[in-house]
Nanobody, 126 residues
Framework: QVQLVESGGGLVQVAESLTLSCAFS????????VAWFRQAPGKGREFVAG????????RYEDSVKGRFSVSRDNAKNTVHLQLNSLEPEDTAVYYC???????????????????WGRGTQVTVSS
């Protein structure tokens, strides 16, 4: 059974940075695309960024392009999300999710992902 554990969240000031990590276990990591989603208070869950199983293809939500960067280390079964130039609107619980696939297309709708972590809180204070 696949398990995902997020870490690295916290309270930061506007324009600061954070690195989130997602540790994967219980499966063959290189068979999964991994995505990050977030959910702000009172809002639905939205796609943020994702990386395909090889690490070569990435995808970003428009509002984070140029500020966030997703990467993976298949030797360590870990995905990282680098958050730069943080804004108050980035405040949310961030979740990682995994999809078992051979495709390099990172899907943005959450129902495609069967495995989810419990989330890590990111709070950006102005």
């Amino acid at each position: 059974q696949v398990q995902l554990v997020e870490s690295g969240g916290g309270l930061v000031q506007v324009a600061e940075s954070l690195t989130l990590s997602c540790a994967f276990s219980g499966g063959t990591f290189s068979q999964y695309n991994v995505a990050w989603f977030r959910q702000a208070p009172g809002k639905g869950r939205e796609f943020v960024a994702g990386v395909d199983w090889s690490g070569e293809k990435t995808r970003y939500e428009d509002s984070v392009k140029g500020r966030f960067s997703v990467s993976r280390d298949n030797a360590k079964n870990t995905v990282h999300l680098q958050l730069n130039s943080l804004e108050p609107e980035d405040t949310a619980v961030y979740y990682c999710a995994a999809e078992m696939t051979t495709s390099s297309v990172v899907i943005t709708y959450d129902r495609a992902y069967l495995s989810w972590g419990r989330g890590t809180q990111v709070t950006v204070s102005s």
